[in-house]
């Protein structure tokens, strides 16, 4: 079961130094920050995953010199992929561009940017374009009309995965094609594998299952395994069910890609940091200075930026006195909720309890945690949502390691 990582540009500064909340080279210096696969000692992914709409339109924090560097240079350099051998997928970015135009010439067209953005950047496979079918037949709430709009997706898809592929072939270029399955139900999406396979792909991405409930996605992928040829390979898109990842293998999978350890570490309420033994919330202690909720209180009167700056300087000393072993847990939570409370602040005492006592970032041997310290359990800024999605990636790949040694030794 292959890995790959649709973050290309999630990076870390080296140099950023926790006390004074900054670094030397800060987020646009991207050929001084690192990847995961330069921190850690040992890979925690197989390849990246690179989407057309995102390079096209610029990623966030991209500025048009690292653009035009990625385009001219190609995925693997910019990327720095050797020595650790890792390979690049392409994905069409379907899900930024999701037009349904029927004109041949439209198709034709799309279809030949993707190809020649994928020749331009390097890639080993590429997805075909597609268009997305967000939605399940089993939701009581889809209309008739519905139905149509996703019908007439799936016979697009098709339309774009039969033009791609005849492109491909005139083209004769160096990377594997890789044909997308969209649906609604199990027999749609068996449908549109067996249609896949037909025009001759044997690499096929199974899209839109990412919005679906584990037990759905299941019985959609055993549909299409029963339709799947003896040399097809399946490619989850955006699924990162870990408990099903055994399952899925059996059924064909063989490569997946995912965000949910980096998203987690920022967007989740409650599983920020990873842990053997379960997740834990981070404490959230947003920056006065860079904080729009904070300053917008502040801005009304409602709070003083005086007593916000202090109480978040207290929190944090507090918390690097607790790591340290000279403060005991009650009078750093009491602290906590002093601060949490004054900022209006859901009120989080159980799950920082259960993080500060257990303090899962000692007992972890990545690099990530034993250089990080505390701070790494600190929803507070992208240096250390970045170090704590890193830890994340790290707790994920190991477990993808113990279910599937031989793919990654």
Known sequence: MK????APLDLIDPTYNFVQNGGFYGAAKHQHQLYPHEVFPEPVYHGFMISKAHAEKGYARWNSA????????????????????????????????????????????????VVNFYNAIGVDYGLAPDNMISGSAGDARISPSQYLDWRHRWHRTHALAETFLALYRKKSPRWQPIGV????????????????????????????????????????VTACFLAKAEKTEFHLLGVSRAEHMALFAQLGVTSFDSTMPMRQAVKDDKDNFHGKEGHYAAIKLPPTESSPRLQKLIRSQILSADRVQELEQMTLASLRHFDQGIMCLEDVLEILKAGSDYRQEVDYADQYRRLLHDRPWRRCACIMCSRTGIEI?????RELNLRRGFHNLYVFSNKLKATFPSDWY
């Open 181 to 220: 399955a969209q649906g609604w139900d199990p027999d749609s999406y068996q449908a549109s594998v067996a249609a896949l396979q037909q025009m001759g792909y044997c690499y096929i991405a199974l899209g839109g299952l990412n919005c679906l409930k584990s037990a759905a996605i299941v019985e959609c």
């Open 3 to 6: 890995f790959y990582w649709p």
């Open 377 to 381: 359990v600190l929803l507070r800024n």
């Open 66 to 113: 690292q653009l035009n560097r990625f385009l001219r240079e190609g995925a693997k350099r910019f990327m720095r992929t050797q020595p650790a051998a890792l390979t690049i997928m392409g994905d069409s970015g379907a899900y930024t561009n999701n037009t349904t135009t029927d004109c041949q010439g439209h198709l034709i067209d799309q279809c030949l940017a």
